[in-house]
């Protein structure tokens, strides 16, 4: 007896991708210096959930390259002119740690795997953390964690392979990727909060607390792709709750992120408290949007089971998205 199996796509269609370019969505945070659209963080997050709200594999593709090229404010002037005047460049990587950057003279030698490099078939450049080798000897801080630099490079110096085999957000194409005896200098290094331009609230928010918020909008969007989807097939008692909860905390949540660009703007900096409340924020309302869906999971009947159904499609990608690790550490990321 034959299996019928409805395969997601493991990549976005040529006319997606084709889609994003022609839109620029790579393109929100790059300096208007490199013809970047440069939007505002309330614009830029409110495009963001919307593509999110339409499919979770789309709104995940654009905030991770579009968070990534937001680095074109860190990176060299004279070396970012070049690379993100390209109106297609589009970088891929990894926040994590991995492989070494064994440094000789001014030049390091790069070798390493990192996972989860998402958009990693469309991507132009990679950037990835490694940690610094002298003389043989991995280095650390006092505390035992690894010294570390960021560095990106070319496409064609990294080699990259299907490995996403998630459950959720199948289409981003999460692969892991390779750097074998790569020699670079200091042209390819950047830090997170160091930017070379310091006109307007983007340059200045702490790296950090833009991931959090470009991740928490992808959650509340596809919350909302969800809640609307559930409501096709079968409203439950707590449907209405789950209505006002995400209304009144996607408000509260802008004027969050109106108050990062107010502090900004007039203070120039936010303060570690600050930045500490917006991510606890992120943390309970992620714990909060879990515990809605599944409540209401169970009661939609077996269409909510199958696997060519939108609404398990969503399911998945939501839970997905929050094994992230930005949320589930309630201590905000400070290696950023």
Known sequence: MSTLIIPEETRLSPSVIERIFQNEWTRIWIPKE????????TEGLQMIEQLA?????????????SGANYFSRNIKPEVAKRIFTNPRVCFAGSGMISGTAQKIGDKYILNGKWL???AAPYATHFSFNAQIVENGVPQVNSDGTPVFRSFFLDK??????????????????TNQFEVRNIEVTDDNLFQ???????KSPLDRIPFAVMA????????????????????????????DDFTKFLDTKTAD???????????LHVNRELSPQFCQKIHDFGVKLVEDISMYIVKIHPLLGMRAAMLNEPINKIFRDFFTLTQHIHF????HASAH
């Open 253 to 263: 949540f802008y004027r969050e992120v109106t108050q990062i660009e107010h502090l």
């Open 328 to 331: 589930r550490n309630t201590q």
């Open 192 to 198: 997170y909060n160091k930017s070379y331009f310091d």
């Open 34 to 41: 490199y013809h970047g659209l440069e939007v505002s963080l």
């Open 212 to 239: 959090d918020i470009t991740i928490l909008a992808n959650h509340v969007g596809i919350a909302k792709h969800y809640l609307n989807e559930s409501l096709t097939i079968r409203k439950t008692y707590f449907h």
């Open 53 to 65: 709200q339409e499919d979770g594999s789309l709104g995940w593709v654009v905030t991770l390259t």
């Open 156 to 173: 064609n110096q990294v080699q990259s392979y299907d490995t996403w085999n998630a459950f959720g957000l199948i289409a981003t194409a």
């Open 116 to 118: 989860w490099g998402t």
